[in-house]
């Protein structure tokens, strides 16, 4: 069989195929459902259906349990701990804010502020400008002696949430390193 012959007879193969594989519209508006059951099924209990969860209902995502963890970590103080699970949260699901900004505070605490400053940068495409951030780029600044770059970040995390009390007590915090410099 010539070259030409055989990509036709590919072709046809492949049309056959992709025909059969049509959905009825008109049943499925066009969305194949593979685990919700019907209204009359019941399950191998002889329960009705009605109120257990299926799979499209469930809200759970692969970095939840690594982000879980690092929060757990980065409580205990075991900053290197909670970056690397932040870390794996993030391959694991590369549009959470929330992993990108712990893993960007584990950084801080760990003296990392360039790749802080990375993970801070990836943050904020994802979340915006939220007054976390604000508050953990003000946070990072006053880690690093810069100090009106603190004030400047806290001021905006307090524009944003002025009756947040983290934010309050990290503007409490910059004024008393401002007074109480030791060399």
């Given at each position: 069989?010539?070259?030409?012959?055989?990509?036709a007879v590919a072709a046809s193969a492949l049309a056959v195929v992709l025909v059969g594989c049509q959905t009825n519209s008109?049943?499925?508006n066009g969305v194949v459902?593979?685990?919700e059951p019907s209204k009359g099924d019941i399950t191998s209990f002889g329960?009705?259906?009605?109120?257990?969860?299926?799979?499209g209902d469930v809200e759970y995502y692969a970095s939840d349990q690594a982000v879980a963890e690092a929060k757990n970590q980065?409580?205990?103080e075991n900053y290197g701990n909670?970056?690397?699970?932040f870390f794996k949260a993030t391959q694991l699901a590369p549009n959470d804010g929330g992993a990108w900004m712990g893993l960007a505070a584990s950084c801080d605490r760990i003296h990392r502020f360039d790749l802080a400053d990375k993970a801070?940068?990836?943050a904020f495409k994802l979340m915006g400008a939220s007054p976390e951030y604000y508050n953990n780029v003000g946070y990072s600044s006053l880690l690093r002696g810069k100090l009106q770059d603190a004030r400047s970040n806290f001021l905006k995390a307090y524009e944003l949430a002025p009756n947040d009390p983290t934010v309050v007590n990290n503007l409490k915090?910059?004024?008393s390193s401002v007074q109480n410099v030791e060399r």
């Amino acid at each position: 069989m010539t070259r030409p012959m055989r990509l036709a007879v590919a072709a046809s193969a492949l049309a056959v195929v992709l025909v059969g594989c049509q959905t009825n519209s008109a049943d499925t508006n066009g969305v194949v459902r593979t685990n919700e059951p019907s209204k009359g099924d019941i399950t191998s209990f002889g329960d009705a259906f009605d109120g257990l969860k299926t799979v499209g209902d469930v809200e759970y995502y692969a970095s939840d349990q690594a982000v879980a963890e690092a929060k757990n970590q980065f409580r205990a103080e075991n900053y290197g701990n909670a970056g690397a699970l932040f870390f794996k949260a993030t391959q694991l699901a590369p549009n959470d804010g929330g992993a990108w900004m712990g893993l960007a505070a584990s950084c801080d605490r760990i003296h990392r502020f360039d790749l802080a400053d990375k993970a801070y940068a990836r943050a904020f495409k994802l979340m915006g400008a939220s007054p976390e951030y604000y508050n953990n780029v003000g946070y990072s600044s006053l880690l690093r002696g810069k100090l009106q770059d603190a004030r400047s970040n806290f001021l905006k995390a307090y524009e944003l949430a002025p009756n947040d009390p983290t934010v309050v007590n990290n503007l409490k915090l910059l004024s008393s390193s401002v007074q109480n410099v030791e060399r």
